[in-house]
């Protein structure tokens, strides 16, 4: 298994006045680009959070455009998103 880390603890913030799509695209270059979280890998496993039953403004729930543009990121240094996803918490037996 690969797991990458940034060598550093890198934060940006943006406002999304253009969209979150937008916003999202931008933020990722502020922080060095996909590329630099990548590090060569293959594959990126993205994990959004579709089971609270909420609509992504209430943020309790990934927005379909943010998803999207870290999709897009991903491919653009010629890695393979993959959407994981599970339908919640564990259950009692």
């Not at 943006?14 to 270059?29: L, M, N």
Request: hydrophobic share 45%.
């Amino acid at each position: 298994m690969l797991a990458t880390q940034p060598d550093i603890d890198t934060i940006a913030v943006t406002r999304t006045f253009d969209g979150i799509e937008a916003a999202a695209h931008r933020v990722i270059s502020q922080v060095g680009g996909m590329a630099s979280v990548m590090k060569g890998a293959k594959i990126a496993i993205l994990k959004p959070n579709f089971v609270a039953g909420r609509s992504a403004e209430t943020g309790a729930t990934t927005s379909f455009a943010l998803l999207k543009a870290v999709a897009e990121e991903v491919r653009a240094c010629g890695a393979e998103p993959v959407l994981y996803t599970t339908l919640g918490g564990a259950r009692k037996s």
